[in-house]
């Protein structure tokens, strides 16, 4: 359970992080480099969530297959 919660923080602490970063980028005039740094963090929350997918398919197929 404590791993799902860390990484729950985890995935809002950078949405937050780049939220700001967005919003400061933005005020300054540079929106090309905000939307660039949006994409990179929604890049790497994807390969999060990806990782922990792989983590609960694998533990599937160890459940159901017996291995």
């Not at 791993?3 to 540079?30: D, P, R, S, Y």
């Not at 905000?34 to 160890?62: S, Y």
Request: glycine residues 8%.
């Amino acid at each position: 359970m404590n791993i799902e919660v860390n990484a729950i923080f985890q995935i809002a602490g950078i949405g937050i992080i780049i939220a700001m970063i967005h919003t400061v980028l933005k005020q300054m005039g540079k929106e090309e480099i905000a939307h660039w740094v949006t994409i990179v963090g929604f890049i790497i929350v994807l390969f999060m969530v990806i990782r922990m997918l792989d983590g609960l398919l694998q533990e599937i197929k160890t459940i159901f297959l017996f291995q």
